[in-house]
């Protein structure tokens, strides 16, 4: 889905990631098995679309508090 709605974004036909921002935050709590305060950015890679950043970052971030 993450794919769909990036090409959406830059095609203009979405302009609030607001509802993707959320559910990337629950598969990141998902992953982590536990609630994330504030995820942290740990996706360094600025020139690929902000939707699969902020997804790549979900998975991240879930990892990293999985075995923190």
Known sequence: S???I?????RGL???LGA????CKRVAEK???QRIG????LVAIDNIPP????????I???IYFKIK
């Open 31 to 33: 992953i982590a098995g």
């Open 20 to 23: 993707h921002k959320l559910l």
């Open 51 to 58: 939707v699969l950043k902020m997804t790549l970052n979900a």
């Open 38 to 41: 504030d995820m942290m950015d």
């Open 60 to 62: 991240l971030n879930g």
């Open 6 to 10: 990036s090409d959406d974004y830059e």
């Open 2 to 4: 993450s794919l769909a």
């Open 14 to 16: 979405i302009t609030d």
